[in-house]
């Protein structure tokens, strides 16, 4: 027996001291590998929630634009970021991406055609939740984990659409190296495990496989979709074990048996005893205490003698003295009149059946308080077979009570729902309608028009939308008042519903604009129809306290047609077919068509090519020429607005004068002009050229510019040397302050005013008493028929003379031969410009020009 407790302690000591190894070096292990852990759930949570506001933002936006996609992503990325890129899928198609550099191979990726990440997509959609996929080998290159967030939007009748898919990849490599799982120091080898976080039913994704072979110590890797498992192992391996491990094991097995298992028999007998003694005491006593905690008193019914007996419990229930002899009676005493027959009635059915007896009513104590009681009993035959009920009850007034007062508050709170539905309604029906027609409004229009353009397609029909806009109506407004222009607002919704009918939607988008929705087949002709009836009646006069109102309506027709991505482009083409109907005249219909789309995509071209050719200072002044009538001595130059274009050449303004003006660039245009004008005037002054001035035109917009005469004041312009050529109609407009003041300042300023194409507007002699311009210019449609129309020649006359009885110098335009300058000389105008003597020129052909003329005069 010693022998075998040295060799018992020899073994077990050598034994401790490698438990003691072991665990030293798993316990380190486990220390680094949960750094790691923490690492990895809070960089990959990190990102993924930065994410979550970018998808808020597309649920309210979900018609946000490239531009405003990348700017919100933009504030996502920060240098503890490991997002690599972030991408929008509406409908899942990649259209939107941030940063788009080094990302472009991804726009235009199908996730329902790529068949290593259509899974992932799909699930994201249907299970309506974020699932992380990777690592994942990236169309544009390298590896990513991608996070992919569903994104529904609200639609019509409070349900929710489908929008596409906010993707997230977080760049592999700086998520390994920002976790610390490519840190050497650390002494360990790592594996992660659990592909598309799946946890251990996933595949191994990074690591060496030999790691999750070797007894590693793992964690799991909690992620926002899933989780992964970490394994590790030390870098060496785990310490090896003794080659006598087997036999150490043995002989502390064998005598560990020998000694102990004597008394380990007699110890478990023994304590099964003592542990079945103190169960039965700990049982009894909690009976006891559950009994008088839960103020439950039992009973027991002899139904052969109908002896009743109450522990003291019921008898406080029932408030009755205690020690006292019970009887049926007695129970049946206490017993509420109305509902003793039922109380009677539940105990007869148990008895009869020999099913558990269940009642409920109530009692009335001696002093006249009423309690509700819960009985509940089993029938039972005891030792003498005679048949007992055993039973318990409980005073439930307490519950009775607060049921009744839970259904009180439930009632209140259906009713309050019932209220607040009713509310939730009117509002939703407010924000849904125009107030003053009871239209449905934009927002409306944009829950249905999707759904509206599906249903069509899927009876067989088209969705067409005709826009409808008001002519003339702000003449209304302006001039009898908005509550006039609301009761036309209201004839004009009036007049729509009853055209449109059942077949169609109606909704006022807002100011006086109108949209009708219907559905067409193949022939169209019932739209244009349709659009003749609403401007027919449009045209009807509408009287209003006692005023006959008249306006029309011009309408843009477009018809899905099935190729469009969305249903919402049938507004931007039938705004588009709006505008040439306004454009056309007015009171008529327009249908969209791809030429006009091609005159959009053109525009839209020329468009940005003016506001890069204003970055690179491409718009430059020619100078025509202007000479004095009687001596044809030089007495000017008028500067002409060109386009220097890099591809075209020199362009005049009717190429891109309209769609300036509508970019308002106009006056932008007319400063460069004026800038590069009095530099080159510098130059001819210094070259002696000797001409006397440049006149230059100036916008209306230019005008209004508040910094104006500041900005002139800047360029130090010599007196009488420049002249602004302003349009007939700028003057006329004697509301606007503003104009009228900067005139008179550019005026003190010694620049000379000059009324451009006089004659093809509207002034009168008042108006150019007030002006008081120093030229004023015949415009060229006037001055070129007076060689064979007496008339037009009498008209330029009149013209001259006023001008020549209030001081002003007459400039004509347009003089083409010779004949019409004996002719302006003969009437008496001061100044000609025109082809006959000279073409528009850049400032160094006009150099060219007036030296050559100066050398054939003095020849």
């Given at each position: 027996m010693a022998l075998v407790v040295i060799l018992i302690s020899a073994a077990f000591a050598e034994h401790q001291n490698k438990v003691v190894s072991d665990q030293a070096v798993r316990a380190d292990v486990l220390t680094k590998v949960n750094l790691i852990r923490a690492k990895l759930e809070g960089n990959i949570n990190g990102n993924l929630q930065l994410v979550r506001g970018l998808v808020a933002a597309v649920v309210t936006e979900p018609y946000m634009g490239q531009q405003r996609f990348a700017s919100l992503a933009s504030n996502l990325f920060g240098a503890d970021s490991q997002l690599n890129n972030i991408a929008g899928a509406p409908d899942l198609v990649v259209s939107l991406m941030y940063p788009m550099e080094g990302n472009e191979q991804a726009m235009g990726l199908d996730y329902r055609k790529n068949e290593r990440q259509r899974a992932a997509a799909l699930r994201a959609r249907d299970e309506r939740k974020l699932v992380l996929a990777g690592p994942v080998e990236l169309k544009q290159g390298g590896q990513g984990f991608i996070g992919r967030f569903p994104v529904f939007v609200p639609s019509a009748g409070n349900t929710e659409r489908f929008w596409g898919i906010i993707s997230a990849?977080?760049?592999?490599?700086?998520?390994?190296?920002a976790s610390g799982m490519l840190d050497d120091d650390l002494g360990i080898d790592v594996a992660l495990i659990g592909r598309d976080a799946l946890g251990h039913r996933g595949g191994q994704f990074y690591g060496n496989e030999e790691i999750s072979k070797?007894?590693?110590?793992?964690?799991?890797?909690?992620?926002?979709?899933?989780?992964?498992q970490l394994a590790a192992i030390p870098k060496n391996g785990w310490p090896s074990t003794p080659s006598n491990a087997w036999l150490l094991r043995a002989i502390m097995a064998t005598a560990g048996a020998l000694v102990v298992f004597p008394f380990l028999v007699t110890g478990r007998l023994i304590g099964e005893r003592q542990r079945n003694y103190a169960e039965l005491r700990r049982l009894s006593r909690r009976l006891e205490l559950a009994l008088e905690a839960s103020a439950i008193g039992v009973w027991e019914h002899d139904l052969a003698t109908n002896e009743l007996t109450w522990d003291e419990r019921v008898n406080e229930i029932y408030g009755k003295p205690a020690g006292e002899h019970r009887g049926y009676t007695d129970w049946a005493g206490a017993i509420h009149p109305d509902d003793l027959a039922g109380a009677n009635a539940d105990f007869d059915r148990a008895v009869a059946s020999g099913r558990p007896y269940l009642s409920e009513y109530r009692i009335v104590r001696p002093n006249g308080e009423v309690r509700h009681v819960r009985s509940k009993a089993i029938l039972y035959r005891a030792a003498n077979d005679t048949p007992k009920m055993i039973g318990a009850e409980w005073d439930v007034t307490a519950d009775v009570l607060l049921n009744k007062d839970l259904v009180r508050a439930k009632q209140l709170s259906e009713s309050k729902n019932a209220e607040l539905e009713s509310a939730k309604a009117r509002i939703e029906h407010i924000a849904l309608h125009d107030s003053l027609t009871g239209l449905p409004n934009r927002r409306y229009l944009d829950q249905v028009l999707e759904d509206y353009a599906a249903n069509a397609r899927r009876s067989g029909g088209h969705a067409a939308l005709l826009h409808i806009d008001l002519d003339r109506f702000k003449h209304i407004n302006d001039t009898l008042g908005h509550a006039a222009g609301d009761a036309m607002l209201v004839h004009a919704s009036t007049v729509l519903r009853s055209k449109v009918g059942d077949e169609g939607f109606v909704a006022r988008i807002g100011g006086d604009e109108f949209i009708v929705l219907c559905v067409v087949r193949d022939d169209t002709k019932q739209l244009a129809l349709l659009a003749?009836?609403?401007?027919?009646?449009?045209?009807?006069?509408?009287?209003?306290?006692?005023?006959?109102?008249?306006?029309g309506v011009s309408v843009g027709i477009a018809v899905d047609n099935g190729k469009d991505v969305e249903a919402k482009h049938l507004l931007v083409n039938a705004d588009i077919a709006l505008y040439r109907a306004k454009r056309r005249g007015r009171n008529r219909y327009e249908f969209f068509t791809d030429a006009m789309q091609s005159e959009i995509v053109d525009t839209k071209r020329i468009a940005d090519e003016i506001l890069g050719g204003l970055e690179r200072n491409e718009f430059i002044p020619f100078y025509q020429p202007q000479f004095d009538a009687k001596t044809l001595e030089i007495v000017g130059v008028e500067a002409l607005a060109r386009w220097r274009h890099p591809v075209k050449g020199i362009l005049a303004p009717d190429i891109f004068l309209r769609i300036a003006e509508e970019l308002n660039v106009v006056s932008i245009i007319d400063q460069a002009i004026?800038?590069?004008?009095?530099s080159d005037f510098e130059e001819w002054s210094a070259a002696k050229l000797h001409i006397p001035r440049v006149s230059v035109n100036v916008s209306a917009r230019r005008l209004q510019d508040e910094e104006l005469i500041k900005s002139l004041r800047e360029q130090n312009i010599k007196k009488g040397t420049v002249s602004f050529e302003l349009v007939e109609s700028i003057f006329l407009d004697e509301n606007d302050d503003l104009v009228t003041w900067n005139i008179e300042q550019i005026k003190e300023l010694g620049i000379d005013i000059e009324i451009d194409d006089f004659g093809t507007g509207y002034a009168s002699m008042v108006s150019l008493l007030k002006l008081q311009p120093r030229r004023l210019k015949i415009d060229r449609q006037l001055v070129?028929?007076?060689?064979?129309?007496?008339?037009?020649?009498?008209?330029?006359?009149?013209?001259?003379?006023i001008g020549k009885s209030l001081g002003i110098e007459v400039v004509a335009e347009g003089v083409e031969t010779m004949q019409h300058a004996r002719l302006l000389k003969g009437l008496g105008c001061d100044i000609l410009q025109g082809y006959a003597f000279g073409h528009a020129f850049d400032s160094e052909g006009l150099k060219t020009f007036v030296r050559s003329r100066r050398l054939r005069t003095a020849s």
């Open positions: 990849v977080v760049d592999v490599q700086r998520l390994y190296r070797s007894d590693p110590v793992t964690a799991d890797v909690l992620l926002p979709s899933g989780s992964w003749n009836r609403v401007i027919s009646q449009m045209r009807e006069p509408v009287y209003y306290q006692g005023h006959r109102c008249r306006f004026l800038k590069q004008s009095l070129t028929p007076i060689v064979k129309s007496p008339q037009r020649r009498q008209v330029v006359s009149s013209i001259i003379e």
